[in-house]
């Protein structure tokens, strides 16, 4: 009987439509859940994001002299037309979050093969470090954007066949809209270097046209120039986007120390701003193999970028260890690059038996089904049930009465609740009351006088003092 061509299975023939609607779902599916559930609530970190945001003001420019900028614009925005809720906070990181899933993995089809780019999209999207970063409402989703975004737009300026003036435009806005942000301006160098030392992108862009390379120039100028207004009046904005550290100099030991916990403590994970191992360890496993691909092709542009880029950023990292987030694309790269070795290994041993090749995909399967229900794991049970961990989110502000019209709080959590009150109409913040009714936070509750009367007191299930919110009424 003659062997059957496996070309003609269905499954086959379907098998990144299937692959890809999968990551789709999937993504969706992990988006809402993390901005709605889990870790639930909202940090100390995204607080004092609100009052950045809400901080912003034309009349004063002063106010823009922030790292950042372009996040805490969108946060604003949204602000203005939804109100300041959890979901709103933290609005700005998930839109962000799934442009960036989706830029990844067209960035993937371009450098490697479409099984490759599934299999890591996949691993990806369900690391606990992507999950948390992308539910943030905080800028710590630009440290994956920007690099998604340059290394994309850069592909299509050296591949596109049309629109090419729309390519070069675009990256160049890209370029200098990430200058906002601290150590985007890394990737950058770390592409120009890239296009000098390799002669194939030297050559490539000595071919660009000049009159278009110009216009793309000054748009980026534009776009830099209130940046370096921005730096003229609060010169320390520009230390800090370069990630020079507020304490001088660094303890170089520790930072080492600091390092070697967030990569590679796998018998000790932790879970607070940022999720430690930020890699399991099977998943460092094969980025390690994709390190030793990287060597072995090193002559190749992408080889060039990749580690010209991690070049640049060992130095920033071993003075301010608290920047491990850059980190995060060019792992994934790496994590690329290492399944290519597994999948074309194990091909080279079979390269005409279909039935080998197949099999051999089994435990490549199950490794990546392993290390995405790790990663989920990880993620849920380190930011929704671990005890020292959840107690750091507060769902105090979707607690709040919709019908509140007086707020009492504390001295330390009135700048909070004031960005609350400029987007909800009727609704006053005080730290003394004012009125005959009012609802007081936990921290105001110590402090109200005898006078008043606790008509109600409002509870919640996530934290151990579960009394949020009193609701008070004059004796």
Known sequence: MAARDITNFFIYRWRYIVGYSIIALLLAGLLIFAGLYVPGGVSPEEMRATIRSDGLSFSDPSTFALTSLPFYLLQKLIFHFFGVYDISIKAPALILALFSAIGLILLLRRWFKPNIAVLTSLITITTGQFLFIA????????????????????????????????????????????????????????????????????????????????????????????????????????????????????????????????????????????????????????????????????????????????????????????????????????????????????????????????????????????????????????????PSTAVNFSNDLKLIPKNTKNLVVTSDELAFYQAVAHHRPGLSVETIPMSNEFVATRLAHTSISPSYHITQIITTTYTSDSDRLYIYKKS
């Open 135 to 386: 539910q943030n409402g905080t800028p710590g989703i630009l440290y994956v954007f920007w690099p998604i975004l340059l290394l994309s737009l850069g592909t299509q300026v050296t591949r596109a066949k049309k629109g090419r003036l729309f390519w070069k435009i675009s990256f160049a806005a890209a370029a200098a809209l990430s200058l906002y942000t601290p150590l985007s301006i890394y990737p950058l160098i770390a592409i120009t270097l890239a296009v000098t030392l390799h002669p194939h992108l030297r050559n490539i862009v000595r071919r660009l046209s000049k009159v278009k390379v110009s216009i793309s120039l000054f748009t980026a100028a534009v776009l830099i120039a209130p940046l370096a207004y921005l730096i003229a009046i609060k010169p320390q904005l520009g230390l800090s986007l370069l990630g020079v550290p507020a304490t001088w100099p660094p303890d170089i030991g520790a930072n080492v120390i600091t390092l070697l916990k967030q990569f590679f403590l796998f018998w000790e994970p932790s879970t607070t701003t940022l999720m430690t191992p930020v890699f399991g360890f099977g998943s460092v496993l094969i980025i390690g193999l994709g390190i030793y691909r990287l060597i072995l092709t090193r002559d190749t542009t992408r080889s060039y970028l990749i580690i010209i880029w991690l070049l640049c950023l060992i130095p920033v990292l071993l003075i301010n260890p608290l920047f491990t987030s850059v980190t995060f694309i060019p792992s994934v790269l790496l994590l690329a690059a290492g399944l290519t070795s597994l999948i074309t290994y194990w091909y080279r041993l079979f390269p005409l038996n279909p039935y080998a090749r197949i099999a051999g995909l089994i435990p490549i399967v199950i490794l990546v089904i392993t290390l995405i229900g790790s990663g989920l794991d990880r993620y849920i049970y380190g930011y929704h049930y671990a």
